[in-house]
């Protein structure tokens, strides 16, 4: 539902020095595949929210790589 607009939105970004996509969907549903659970852990709380255990675990980290990779983070 929301690929167009990512891949939309990643083509202006790479025109403008300002502008930073993280897509989350990378995170979330690696290789095209997405899991509703995770070592046991459930990822989504109901069909619209990512759990808690998602968020820390999974798009945190990759959040801040893509934070210090772009220098909009410094340590």
């Known amino acids: ?4 607009i990512i891949e939309q939105l990643k ?14 969907f990378e995170t979330m549903c690696p290789e095209s595949l997405c899991k509703f659970s995770e070592n046991g852990r459930i990822l ?13 675990n999974k798009i945190a980290p990759d959040l ?3 934070l210090k990779k ?6």
């Open 1 to 4: 539902k929301y690929y167009q």
């Open 11 to 24: 083509i202006i970004s790479k025109s403008s020095k300002n502008i930073y996509i993280f897509d989350a």
């Open 64 to 66: 801040l790589i893509f």
């Open 44 to 56: 989504y709380r109901d069909s619209t929210h990512i759990s808690n255990y998602a968020i820390l």
């Open 70 to 75: 772009n220098n909009i983070l410094i340590n």
